[in-house]
């Protein structure tokens, strides 16, 4: 079993593996708030894996968005502009 | 007499006017969203030219229901909600079936233990992964390899994942969009970057690529 399944703490005042797991999450997609950020961010200084992960999550979501990312190819922009004309 | 057309043509000015500001406002919303439309609806769809008429589609039934829009400020999840919606309709029509997922609807709310317990069901390789991921694994995958990955999500969760992580949707927004509350939007981001990370590890190791990760194989 790895120390993420065990929820590890690392000190008292600490939230474990998996709470900051929970809490990355959420912080990814700009759905934490200030404090909970705050002791997240003290958890990822004091976890070597749960910091690792943080990196990894940050580079897979950046990727997500990379490789989903589209513009709008020139028929498309035509049928709007012609849409929109007519409106 | 007089004052009632004058009144009528005064109204009727204001009311064109009001309408040739409403067009302008449209239009230029569809323009800057444009790109974020249309990259959900290629992935949707997973067919570009079908991508391009659920756009057009959408922006008609945009147009035609924006009396109906009450706060401005909400245009962004009240459009994908339409394109959404008419995704659906167009699988209905095409007796396709969209959703595709194991996972029970009601068992949705508050999922964190299902969560570990998803993680827990992974092959024992993958959570020495989980648990030390390196930076240099995701940087090596190929963008066709993640976008095969993202192809292959149950829908709900492929969706849910794209409305947030590709087009930057608020949660509220996202459930907005898709009808559900905003915890549902909440589990769905879990279960869907779960299985999302399990799919490209597996289409990883298949290629090769996860030669620097520690396995107890």
Partial sequence: MNEMTQGHHHSDDDIGCLEAIEWLYAWLDGELDQGSVEQLEHHLQHCKSCYSRNEMERALTQRIKETSDEKTPPTLQKRLDKLLDEF | ?217
């Fill in chain 2, 1 to 217: 007499m007089m004052a009632q057309a004058a009144t009528f043509c005064s109204e009727g000015f204001v009311g064109m006017k009001e309408q040739e500001k409403t067009k302008t406002w449209f239009s230029r919303q569809i323009k800057q969203n444009a790109d974020a439309l249309y990259s959900v609806a290629v992935r949707l769809t997973r067919n570009r030219a079908a991508a391009e008429d659920l756009v057009a589609e959408s922006v008609i039934k945009a147009w035609s229901a924006i009396a109906t829009l009450d706060n401005r400020d909400r245009f962004r999840p009240w459009l994908f909600r339409i394109m959404h919606n008419r995704f659906l309709s167009d699988c209905r029509k095409r007796s396709v079936r969209p959703v595709e997922t194991s996972w029970s609807e009601q068992s949705e709310e508050g999922c964190g233990e299902e969560v570990t317990a998803l993680l827990l069901e992974q092959p024992e390789e993958f959570l020495a992964w989980w648990a030390t991921p390196e930076r240099a694994f995701v940087n090596r995958l190929l963008g066709e390899q993640i976008r095969k990955a993202i192809d292959e999500l149950p829908e709900v969760f492929r969706v849910t994942v794209l409305l947030v992580n590709v087009d930057g949707l608020a949660y509220d927004e996202a459930a907005e969009v898709l009808g559900v509350p905003t915890g549902t939007v909440r589990s769905r981001m879990k279960r869907g970057r779960t299985l999302l990370q399990t799919a490209l590890w597996q289409q990883a190791k298949e290629a090769g690529l996860t030669g620097g990760a520690k396995f107890s194989e």
